[in-house]
């Protein structure tokens, strides 16, 4: 069974860091594009940053090149997102996806909110 968990959302201040985290398990990790995407309250989804776990090729939406880092630990099968300088724009649910094969899967997402 493939599962993503996410967690190390929260609430934090403008100007704070927080880093997301997404373990998954039922398929094979280090072949596979992983992916952020969150959607804000009341908006569709936005594609947030991507990582191949072959490869440290990363690529990032405009509105947090800069400011996020994606990175992989292909040994304990997670991902990372890394956000530093979070604004009150960044307030969404979070989710990780990965695509494996001809395969989609995603995680149920973490709530971050950037508030002061």
């Known amino acids: 069974e493939v599962q993503l968990v996410e967690s190390g959302g929260g609430l934090v201040q403008p100007g704070g860091s927080l880093r997301l985290s997404c373990a998954a398990s039922?398929?094979?990790?280090?072949?596979?594009?992983m992916s952020w995407v969150r959607q804000a309250p009341g908006k569709g989804l936005e594609w947030v940053s991507s990582?191949?776990?072959?490869?440290?090729?990363?690529y990032y939406a405009d509105s947090v090149k800069g400011r996020f880092t994606i990175s992989t630990d292909n040994a304990k099968n997670t991902v990372y997102l890394q956000m530093n300088s979070l604004k009150s724009e960044d307030t969404a649910v979070y989710y990780c996806?990965?695509?494996?094969?001809?395969?989609?899967?995603w995680g149920q997402g973490t709530q971050v909110t950037v508030s002061s």
């Open positions: 996806n990965a695509v494996f094969s001809t395969h989609d899967y």
């Open positions: 039922g398929f094979t990790f280090s072949s596979s594009a």
């Open positions: 990582i191949y776990s072959y490869s440290s090729n990363a």
